[in-house]
């Protein structure tokens, strides 16, 4: 039979949308409706068949939770329970227009208070004022960089000075640091310290050195902020810095094997092989 109140899970995780159905399951008048990998997902879903609440990761690669609402419209958007990190701004943000949320991980008792507290609302008929409230928060959120709320602080600012980028660097438009969330605060790397990078699910881990670090953006979004002439795709899981390229390796099925600097062997995909050598040079 058909829940009371029909819940539509919006997680790029895989272990936290399990979470969220284990946390979900006590709740025998809930039907979770749908359960959505990313943000373009979620946006199809809820202009198809709008769910009662939607319960929303903040923090996702290409679309956010925000980019959501704004791309629904906030008039529009069923009422939400934002899912988030440790993020001081958007949390503000959140209490200033008493808009619920829940700090990821969280426990039952957190969830269910939430989970009735929007269920009171939804029941008072209060779906035009929660409107009103998601149009507010966007508007405060958007007087910060999008960069730092993904980053989960207010602000990211490096450890230490980084050197200035040259002329020619600063004029391509492509990212020339990568700022990667620990928690509540953010790793800093510098894209040409990068070697190699690979598709992980809805994430990415980036290898500088003997180092990896998982940024949550798909392989795809990331290519294009990478600069083309530095950094090039040879499998559709894999994308190599040119200048950490050391060797390439025929193989009898007509593929090839680019061996890094660090020794790291990485198979060419038959359809990238001629990308590659375009980029390096053929053998002669």
């Given at each position: 039979?058909?829940?009371e109140?029909?819940?539509?899970?919006?997680?790029?995780?895989?272990?936290?949308?399990?979470?969220?159905?284990?946390?979900?399951?006590?709740?025998?008048?809930?039907?979770?409706?749908?359960?959505?990998?990313?943000?373009?997902?979620?946006?199809d879903?809820?202009?198809?068949?709008?769910?009662?609440?939607?319960?929303?990761?903040?923090q996702?690669?290409?679309?956010?939770?925000?980019?959501v609402?704004?791309?629904?419209?906030?008039?529009?958007?069923?009422?939400?329970?934002?899912?988030?990190?440790?993020?001081?701004?958007?949390?503000?943000?959140?209490?200033?227009?008493?808009?619920?949320?829940?700090?990821?991980?969280?426990?039952?008792?957190?969830?269910?208070?939430?989970?009735?507290?929007?269920?009171?609302?939804?029941?008072?008929?209060?779906?035009?004022?929660?409107?009103?409230?998601?149009?507010?928060?966007?508007?405060?959120?958007?007087?910060?960089p999008k960069?730092a709320?993904?980053?989960?602080?207010?602000?990211?600012?490096?450890?230490?000075?980084?050197?200035p980028?040259?002329?020619?660097?600063?004029?391509?438009?492509?990212?020339?640091?990568?700022?990667?969330?620990?928690?509540?605060?953010?790793?800093?790397i510098?894209?040409?310290?990068?070697?190699?990078i690979?598709?992980?699910?809805?994430?990415?881990?980036?290898?500088?050195?003997?180092?990896?670090?998982?940024?949550?953006?798909?392989?795809?979004?990331?290519?294009?902020?990478?600069?083309?002439?530095?950094?090039?795709?040879?499998?559709?899981?894999a994308?190599?810095?040119?200048?950490?390229?050391?060797?390439?390796?025929?193989?009898?099925?007509?593929?090839?094997?680019v061996?890094l600097?660090?020794?790291?062997?990485?198979?060419?995909?038959?359809?990238?092989?001629a990308?590659?050598?375009?980029?390096?040079?053929?053998?002669?």
């Amino acid at each position: 039979m058909a829940g009371e109140l029909r819940v539509l899970i919006v997680d790029d995780e895989p272990p936290a949308r399990a979470g969220l159905r284990h946390l979900l399951a006590p709740h025998a008048d809930v039907e979770i409706c749908g359960e959505c990998r990313n943000g373009a997902e979620a946006i199809d879903a809820i202009r198809r068949d709008p769910p009662g609440l939607v319960v929303l990761d903040v923090q996702m690669p290409e679309y956010d939770g925000f980019e959501v609402v704004r791309q629904v419209g906030a008039a529009l958007m069923p009422p939400v329970l934002f899912l988030t990190a440790f993020d001081q701004f958007a949390l503000k943000a959140f209490e200033i227009h008493a808009v619920d949320y829940v700090l990821k991980p969280c426990s039952q008792e957190r969830f269910d208070d939430a989970l009735a507290r929007a269920r009171q609302r939804i029941r008072q008929g209060e779906l035009a004022a929660l409107g009103q409230r998601l149009a507010h928060l966007l508007q405060d959120l958007d007087t910060v960089p999008k960069a730092a709320l993904v980053a989960g602080l207010p602000s990211v600012t490096p450890a230490a000075p980084a050197a200035p980028a040259s002329p020619v660097e600063s004029q391509t438009g492509f990212a020339e640091r990568l700022a990667i969330r620990l928690g509540n605060r953010s790793s800093i790397i510098e894209v040409r310290d990068i070697d190699w990078i690979e598709a992980d699910d809805y994430c990415c881990s980036i290898h500088v050195g003997a180092e990896t670090h998982v940024m949550r953006e798909s392989l795809r979004a990331l290519e294009g902020r990478l600069n083309p002439l530095e950094f090039v795709r040879i499998h559709r899981s894999a994308i190599v810095n040119v200048r950490r390229i050391r060797e390439v390796h025929g193989t009898a099925g007509g593929e090839a094997m680019v061996v890094l600097h660090t020794g790291i062997q990485i198979p060419v995909s038959r359809r990238k092989r001629a990308e590659l050598e375009r980029r390096i040079g053929r053998p002669r």
